[in-house]
Structures are given as C-alpha cells and as structure tokens.
C-alpha cells in the first residue's frame, strides 16, 4: 500500500514538471503575438454594413462602418454583392477598398426577362410581305374557267323543210352559211349567236392578321445580399525613451546617456556632430546636428518608426523635429536650428512604432429583397 502511494506521488510530480515548461512555452507565445491584448483588440474591432439599396434598377449601393480599437489599423475592404434576378438566374459584382473607404457601387447588366414566347393572334414573327394573287376555282377543267362562246337553242318548235326559206341549204346569196359574215334573215330570234357574258372578277380572300411581336424587357433584380471583410492589423507597437546632458564627449562626439526606458527597443547613443571638427562639416551652417543610435533585440521589428528629437537650450529654449525610416539599422540623423549663444543642456529622444503587427479579418452580411422598391432588413 505504501509503495502504491510513493508511485502515485511520482506520477504527480513528474506531470507537474512537465507542465512546467510548457505553460511557459504558451506564455511565450501569447508575448510574441500580442497575447491577451491582441485578442481583445481583435474581439472589439468590428465591421457593420450600415445600408444595401437598389439605385435605378441596376445599381447596387453599400455602405459600411467600421470600430477601430486603439492600436489597430484598418488595412483594406473586400466587398461582394449578389443579386437574384427575375428571370431566374443570378449575379455576382465584388470589389476592393482602401481602409478609408465607407461607401461602395456595384452595377449588374441585366439580361432580357425571355426570348420570346405566346403572340398574340398566334401569329408568327417576321414580317408580313405583300399579298398574293388569288385565283378563283370553278368546276371544269382548265378550259372551262376561260369564257366560251355557246349556241343557243330556239324555242320555236315548228317544223322545218328544205326550200320554204325556213332552212337554207348551205349557200345563202351565193355562198357562206347562215351564220357567216353577221347574215341571218331571222335577226337573232332563236338561230342567232348568243351575246358573250363578262367573266365577274374574283373577290380576294382577307388577309391574316399580322402578327405582333410582345415589348422586349429586362430582367429585374428580385434580391441583393452583400458581404464584407475587413482586414485589421494590431499589435503593441515598440517604444523607447531616453535623456541625454552635458558634457559632450570630445573624440568621439557622444552625449552622456542619462537615462532610459524600453527594453526591447532602446535609443543607446547620441552623436552631436558640431561638437567633433571632422563631423561638423557634414552639417548645414545654422543647423545642430546629431546622429541617433538605437538598439532592438529580440523582437522581429516590422514597419515603419518614428524617431522624434527635443533640444533643449541653456536658456530653455526648446527646439523639435521628426523623421520616420524603415529601420533603424542606420543611424538616424535629425538637426534643429541653433541659438546664437546658447550652448545645449539636454537633448530628449524617443522611438516609436515597428513591433509584431499581426492581421485578423472580421466579416458581415446583409441582404434585401426587392418588393415595390427599396427595403429590406439585416439577417
């Protein structure tokens, strides 16, 4: 029972020492990317679509705010608009803003609603050329439908005989028959030619209707959703603070470091270049000019610092002046104006800027539905 109990303490410790090392490997990990400060600078950056409307029927208009955190930055916007159509189908617009932007458009071109459908008097489309010659049909053949001379029959039913004058015999005065030449004793009554009838002229058939092609319209956008995504950058950004006084040293230039704050990012040495003969040339005339030196360890440095310089003259006079660079593996020279005079009692330099900047994105969507006009409401 006691060798069971001494094992059971060992276990114990034996975990206890390994969760040594690596809780301190998770702390460390929390100070290289911002830790628990990072996370809250995160958690409270936020991005909210503020509007989405339909502008003139094809036009898609969004607008957006945006929390920024202290020391956050807002890097840029990814805008994405969808838009359902009526006719079914669906598109898709998307641009890019600088960090600044709060406002973007999108146009959609939309299609025709269809490509046709029911006509109306279900007529055809096309156009309707000029009409055709319509002929009459008759019973008969071909030869019938032209007109034709007929005989009529007389009426009278006495009887004839050869030589009474009644019935000729083949030569009247000499020669030709009965009909030749218009000749007949009868005057037409009931042997004559019967008098030609007039063909009536034939009455076309009514055309069809024309038919007519439906107004060709535009598909209508029934529904737009946008999306966005911000993108942030945060992280504690490095700084550093130092004093330096009198006396100068004679050789080498540099001023006495009184003091200084920062740890990984420090400002170790200040040359003042009026004070050493052989660097005073490299200075305007009228100008005080110096050389920063600064120190960081243990930090992947990244963007852009701000070295800023006061001067402080032994009558109180104070003189200020700046310069940003991309790193600070050169000195960082600065001048201010000098005091006829006035000799210099300290100079006050500090660092600002660089550090682990970290991105996240926070995103948001919105979307409406087209009805009579414009509206909708967040989902």
């Not at 995504?229 to 603070?241: C, E, P, Q, S, V």
């Not at 003042?272 to 100008?287: D, I, K, M, P, Y």
């Not at 948001?364 to 539905?369: M, R, V, W, Y």
Request: overall charge positive.
């Amino acid at each position: 029972m006691i060798r069971t109990n001494r094992l059971f303490t060992s276990l114990i410790l034996v975990f206890a020492l390994l969760a040594q090392p690596l809780a301190a490997m998770a702390q460390d990990k929390k100070a290289k990317s911002g830790g628990i400060g990072l996370q809250k600078q995160a958690n409270n950056a936020v991005v909210d679509i503020t509007k989405l409307r339909l502008s003139g029927g094809d036009v898609a208009e969004v607008s957006w705010n945006v929390d920024i955190p202290a020391g956050v930055e807002v890097q840029g916007f990814d805008v994405r608009v969808d838009a359902e159509l009526s006719n079914g189908t669906a598109q898709t617009d998307s641009k890019s803003f600088g960090g600044n932007a709060r406002f973007g458009s999108f146009k959609f071109n939309l299609p025709l609603a269809s490509n046709g459908g029911a006509k109306p008097g279900g007529g055809v489309t096309g156009t309707i050329g000029p009409a055709s010659k319509v002929k009459e049909i008759t019973k008969g053949s071909k030869s019938d439908s032209a007109p034709k001379t007929t005989e009529a029959k007389s009426g009278d039913k006495t009887p004839r005989k050869f030589g009474e004058g009644n019935i000729s015999g083949g030569n009247n005065n000499g020669g030709g028959n009965n009909n030749a030449g218009g000749n007949n004793n009868n005057n037409n009554n009931g042997n004559g030619i019967r008098p030609v009838r007039p063909t009536p002229t034939p009455k076309p058939k009514p055309l069809p209707p024309p038919a007519i092609n439906p107004p060709k319209e535009q598909a209508r956008i029934t529904s737009l959703r946008a999306f966005i995504t911000a993108k942030f950058a945060a992280g504690n950004d490095l700084t550093a603070f130092s004093d330096f006084i009198q006396p100068t040293d004679a050789v080498t230039g540099e001023m006495k470091l009184k003091g200084a704050r920062g740890n990984t990012l420090q400002a170790k040495k200040l040359i003042h270049l009026n004070s050493v003969a052989r660097l005073a040339t490299e200075c305007a005339a009228g100008q005080e000019c110096f050389d920063i030196i600064a120190e960081l360890r243990g930090a992947e440095a990244a963007g852009q610092f701000k070295v800023s310089m006061e001067v402080i003259f032994a009558n109180g006079t104070r003189r200020n002046t700046a310069r940003t660079v991309g790193n600070l593996f050169r000195p960082v020279r600065l001048s201010v104006d000098k005091i006829a005079g006035q000799q210099i009692a300290n100079v006050l330099v500090n660092i600002n800027g660089g550090g682990n900047r970290e991105q996240f994105i926070k995103q948001d969507t919105q979307g409406i539905a087209i009805l009579q006009g414009i509206g909708g409401a967040k989902k």
